[in-house]
Structure formats: C-alpha cells, structure tokens
C-alpha cells in the first residue's frame, strides 16, 4: 500500500474514532461571555461528513497532485525545531553556567552558538512573539501590547483579538443556509505567521502554544494549538474562584471570584460559576468537600465525579458541566485547620476535550491532544499569577500548578517530535516566565515585595528553574536523536530584570499639564472622570502614552503634525529628564517616539511614545489600568516582583543553536526568514529580518541603536 494511502486510510480511522469518542451535548453561550459555542453533537456530524468527505474527493485529490509539482525549492534539512522558553534571561543564564547548573546548554554552545537576542520595541510578549511569527515588527503586525484603548470610547480592548458578530450559516458546497447570529473572535494580528508560508509551499508545521495564536488561524499542511489569548469558559483572560469559611473584610476585592462558604461537620457545600446563561444570569455547578481529619484526605466531587487527594494537592483535571457546555478546572485546599478551610479553584478552562470554540487548527486538534494525554491547560495565562499576587494562594501552591502545566506541555512537545519528522515544530513553554515574574524578589534583598512574605523557602526556585530547563535540553536532544538533518533552536523572546517601583506615567502627565480631571486630583480604573476636553496624552496597559489626537480619539484635541510633533518632544525630553524623588535615580532610559522608531501601516494607531524604563521601574499596577493616582511613584510589594516592560536595550532573549551562526547581533525577527531559508524558501520581501545562515546581506531589527547592554 502506497504512502499515500496507509496516511489516508489512518486519517479517516482518526477522524471516525475522535467522532465516535465526542460527548453529545448542545452548546449555548450567554452573552456575558463573548465566544461563540462549538456543540459535541456539531462536532460529531461535521467530523463523520469529513470522514466521508475525505474518502468521495480522494481521487480527485490524487490526480491534481500528480499534475502539479511539488515544492520546487530544495529544503536545506529535513526538521527545525525551535523551543521557546519564554523570559528565559541572558545574564541569569550566564551566571548560572557559571556555577556550573547549566552543562547542557554550555554544550549546545560549544556545538553552535550562544548569543543575546535582541527582543522587540516594545519589550512585551504578545509583542515579540507576533514578531517572531511574522518576521516584522509591531507596525507591521499591528500589536503593541496586552491592551489597547477604544478610540470611540476611550475603553479598553484586547489588542490581539476582536469579537465580532457574523451571519451565522451552515455552508453545503453549493450553498450557505443562514442560521440566525453567532459571536466570533477575530484575530487583530496582522501580516502572516511564517509557517503559513511553510504550507503553503507543502512543509508540515507542528505549532503548540506560541503567545497570540487565538483565534486559531486556518493555514495549509499543518496543526496549531493556540497559546496567550485563549479565554476561560467565562471569557476572561483568567477568573479564579476562592472559597473561605473566614468572613471577608468590607471592601476587600482580592480579583477572581471569591465566596464565604459554610462548614458543616466535615463538609462543605457551594458551586462553580460559569459563563452567562440565557437568562443572562451565570450558569452555576455544584461542588463538594468532604474533609478526614484523621488521614488528612478530602473528597472533592464536581457534579457527579469525586476524586481523593490530600491537604495542598491539585485535584486533576475535573469537567466542570453547565448547561450546554462544559469546561475543566483544578481545585486545591489551601487552608484545613478545626475552624477554618479556604479552596482554590483555578479558572475554568476551555475543555479541549470538548471545546466550547475552536482553540486548536484543525478544531479537532486540541481533542486529539485530550484524548493522548489527557485533559490539559487551555487558558493562555495558564499559570495563575493573580491568585499568587493576591495572596489567595502561596509560593508552595503556585509552584506546584506551574509545574504540572510544565509537565503537560512536555507531552506535547514529545508528539510532535515523534509526528513530525520532517517540517518545523515549534513549542512555547510559559514556566520561566511566569516563575521569573513571581520569584524575582527572592534575588533582591531589598527588594519592597519580601516584607511581610517568606524570603527563605523558596529562594532558590528561580535557579532550580534553569537547572530544570537545562536537564530538560537533555530530553530534548535525546528525543530528537540524530541531529544531522535538523536545526534546534532554544529561544527566549525577552529577558528579564526586577520591579521594585511602580510609575503612574497618567498621575505625572497630570501633574506636568497633560492630563485634566474633572473633579479632584485623583481617577479610578479605565479613565474615569477625565476630562477629554483638557486633555493632550494619556496611558493604557504597559508600554507607552497616547496622544489625545484630533480625527483619531473620539474627543481628541491635539492636531497632527508640527503641534503634536512639538507635544511629543517635549514630552520625551520630561520624561527622559524625571527622576525618582524617593532615590534619585533616573527612571526613563529612552522614551521613543514610534514614528521614528516604525514605520509600518499600523503605527499610526499605536502609542505616540513608547517608554523605555531603567531596570527597577515600569507602568504601575493601577497606571496599566487607567486610573489616576494621588503620588506618581509608588513601592511594588506584590508577589509579581520581577519583569520586563523597560527599554528593550536591557532585556534582551537568549539563543542557543546547534549550528553557528552568521551574526554576533542575532534579532527576533530573524528567524522567520531563516525558517523558511532552511527550506529553501525565499523570505517575502516585506519581512525585515535576515536568515541566520549563509551570507548575511542585512540587519533586522529597529533604527535604534543596538548598543549591547549587560543584562
């Protein structure tokens, strides 16, 4: 039997076996949720009629293939493999290769190359991985950060997706029956992601996880698995759920859900919240406790499913059922005493099992991953930093849970090694960055975030991280084996630095006349009781200050050209001028003007200025959300004590390759064009980075100076 037909022959066993396992279940979704619903029962028929589909068109398939040619570029190896540990930073790396925690990536040195990776303006995850993927830079992928603001309304908004609503239709080939409204995602990242390209010149891709890949985007000859962005079944961007018998403090929000529960005997009742259901009101799911105190083991039941585990153990994953839909959360008791319990229950996330929208290309993609190993983490902040920064869970819990995320995504990465022998596969893992951004004070002393909080249990979590991410590489290399026909490549998108102080850029724009309120000196969250009239520039998110711009804001009053060009260095000049009073340090390394630092289509939208902060400082916390502030300066003591939002100078990413390469100076947005360079495919002109091997015949990158800054 030819090639050809054994891999049909087991594609339509797979499809066939994926429809007979499905649920059968309606899906509704309320309108406080904002995606759209995909039912088992849709999933069951549309997977049988691919099946069937697949088998009538075969033959016609088979003969077009004969009459066109296949990829006529020459590919330059069989496999590229790239694994991105995201916030992996340079100057920790070298100071623990130094100590000797790191032999294995010091051997991937000796064998290719070491080198800093210069990250993306801004220095931003959703940012620089859009870079990565499309080879250009925020003006040309049109991200510039977590959010961005509603010209209409000043609001916020997810910059990397839009929801939409289309006419609903079922298509049948020869025509489309309409079928009322649905709510869609629609993605806001522009340009193309490289592996498109890839299948469309017929090399397999294996994409799991890469940060701003939701929605899904369809693209030929290969699989994604979506990474940041991906919602919980609420449709949020991560809602925890905490239970306490304890009574909660008047006025105290701790983010999440949070419940006072009641303690009879050994048992302890309450339910879930889901998403909003038709009576617009939240779907709920019942829950249950039961505690021994004598083994230490509490019975934990969702609806109908029970499982044992002991004080300060994750549940696995539990369905969490609603009407219509269902999603899987972990639960996780984090207080037991004689008088008091407190339960943890992280977001509900999306069941890829039986997902409630489409988070995987193709939609059965995610179901295939469920159905190999089981239920896994959906959710694109999938480790949950603002429970830990609220301090409804500790260090111990937090660890745990990124850990087993950290497992799961293994399992992953092992099967598209082990699937994909030849084409590109590429894995983002979020371990390193989200325990950098949690455990950074334990490597500063003085840092503001240790007071009151343990400084000695896990001080050593952040080394025993890249000690875990070096024996990892072992595994890696050993699971690739020969590594003559592939390229590997370990990669960050950025690095990392502390976060001790915290800036209201909106209070300081106040204070220097940028900024008027209507009343009082201070704002709350998103803007309110500013006075759009008065005002020249404000800040939303982490990464610049918005010109108030006539014909772009909805109440803008500062015209574009030789007024908003003169607003803009002046602004620029303060800003590189300001230092912090508390310590005399200067708290902006360089404020960019973006026009001169992009020029893509999509600048235009983005922040006038993008600010690059010194190491120690960034947006504040109530700054990224658009309040205003009595002061402008503030301590950061929560949990989330490390990052990177500065100047893109101080925190480069790192590279490792199994192969030299042919620059000192390597950028993020090289490697979409060395991607398609090793097979054989020449880079679209309007990407702006340059392949890695050959001759080097430019520079990716922005027109700021690449001066090399120690990380």
């Known amino acids: 039997m030819s090639r050809t037909c054994r891999f049909l022959r087991r594609g339509v066993c797979l499809t066939l076996v994926l429809a007979l396992l499905a649920n059968p279940s309606l899906a509704y979704i309320g309108p406080g949720v904002g995606f759209a619903a995909a039912g088992s029962v849709m999933v069951l028929l549309g997977t049988f009629a691919l099946a069937f589909g697949i088998v009538l068109i075969w033959p016609l398939k088979a003969v077009v293939r004969l009459m066109i040619s296949r990829n006529p570029y020459k590919a330059k190896v069989k496999r590229v493999i790239v694994v991105g540990l995201d916030g992996f930073d340079p100057g920790l790396a070298k100071r623990f290769s130094a100590e000797g925690l790191m032999p294995n990536f010091k051997a991937l040195e000796e064998q290719g190359c070491f080198r800093e990776l210069a990250t993306a303006f801004p220095s931003i995850s959703p940012v620089a991985w859009s870079s990565y993927a499309t080879g250009v830079d925020a003006s040309r992928h049109n991200i510039y950060d977590f959010l961005t603001r509603d010209p209409c309304s000043y609001m916020p908004v997810l910059s990397s997706a839009d929801l939409v609503t ?210 896994y983490a959906t959710l694109g902040l999938a480790e949950d930093t603002w429970a830990l920064n609220e301090r409804v869970v500790d260090e111990e819990a937090f660890y745990k849970q990124a850990m087993l995320i950290f497992e799961e995504r293994k399992k992953m990465l092992w099967d598209t090694i082990e699937k994909t022998k030849k084409g590109f596969i590429t894995c983002v893992f979020d371990t390193t960055d989200r325990i950098s951004h949690m455990f950074y004070r334990y490597l500063e002393p003085d840092h503001p975030a240790n007071e009151g909080k343990d400084i000695e249990v896990h001080k050593n979590v952040i080394r025993d991280t890249y000690k875990k991410m070096d024996d990892f590489l072992v595994e890696i290399r050993e699971k690739i084996g020969d590594e003559k026909d592939t390229v590997l490549m370990v990669i960050s998108d950025h690095g990392f630095c502390n976060f001790k102080r915290g800036c209201n850029m909106n209070s300081w724009l106040r204070d220097e006349g940028y900024l008027a309120l209507k009343e009082g000196t201070t704002s709350g969250d998103w803007f309110q009781n500013i006075d759009w009239e008065k005002t020249k520039a404000f800040t939303l998110g982490l990464t610049g200050i918005f010109i108030n711009r006539k014909g772009r804001e909805a109440h803008g009053i500062v015209s574009e050209g030789p007024e908003m060009d003169a607003l803009c260095a002046e602004i620029k000049g303060k800003l590189e001028a300001l230092q912090d009073p508390a310590t005399g340090e200067s708290v902006v390394k360089e404020a960019f003007l973006t026009k001169k630092l992009h020029s893509g289509p999509y600048a235009d939208m983005a922040p006038e200025i993008l600010l690059g902060y010194e190491k120690g400082y960034r947006h504040s916390w109530d700054c990224a959300t658009g309040a205003v502030s009595e002061g402008i300066f503030t301590d950061n003591t929560k949990s989330w004590s490390g990052d990177h939002c500065v100047d893109p100078r101080l925190v480069p990413g790192v590279f490792w390759c199994n192969r030299e390469i042919n620059t000192e100076t390597p950028n993020i947005m090289d490697i979409a064009p060395t991607a398609l360079d090793l097979f054989g495919i020449p880079a679209p002109r309007y990407m702006e980075g340059t392949p890695f091997f050959g001759e080097r015949k430019g520079a990716a990158g922005s027109k700021v100076k690449k001066d090399k800054v120690s990380s």
């Open 166 to 375: 289309l006419p609903k239709t079922l298509n049948l080939g020869f025509a489309q029956i309409p079928m009322g409204k649905k709510a869609e995602y629609k993605s806001n990242q522009k340009s193309q992601p490289f592996w498109k390209i890839l299948g469309e010149n017929r090399v397999w891709s294996s994409i799991v996880r890469v940060p701003i890949t939701f929605p899904p985007q369809s693209f030929k000859n290969g699989t994604l698995l979506s990474g940041m962005c991906v919602p919980d079944i609420q449709g949020t961007q991560g809602s925890f759920s905490f239970y306490s018998t304890k009574s909660r403090p008047a006025g105290q929000h701790i983010g999440g859900q949070q419940y006072q529960i009641r303690r009879s005997g050994n048992r302890v009742e309450s339910k879930l919240t889901g998403p909003a259901g038709p009576d617009k009101s939240p779907l709920k799911c019942p829950f249950s406790v039961e505690f021994d105190d004598a083994t230490r083991k509490a019975k934990i039941t969702v609806d109908k499913e029970t499982v044992t585990v002991g004080f300060r153990e994750y549940t696995p994953w539990m369905v969490v059922p609603f009407s219509g839909m269902q999603g899987i959360a972990r639960l996780y008791i984090q207080t037991w005493d004689d008088k008091d319990v407190e339960i943890y229950v992280t977001p509900i996330n999306i069941d890829p099992g039986s997902p409630a929208l489409p988070i995987s290309h193709p939609f059965v993609y995610s179901i295939y991953l469920a159905k190999l190993q089981g239920p």
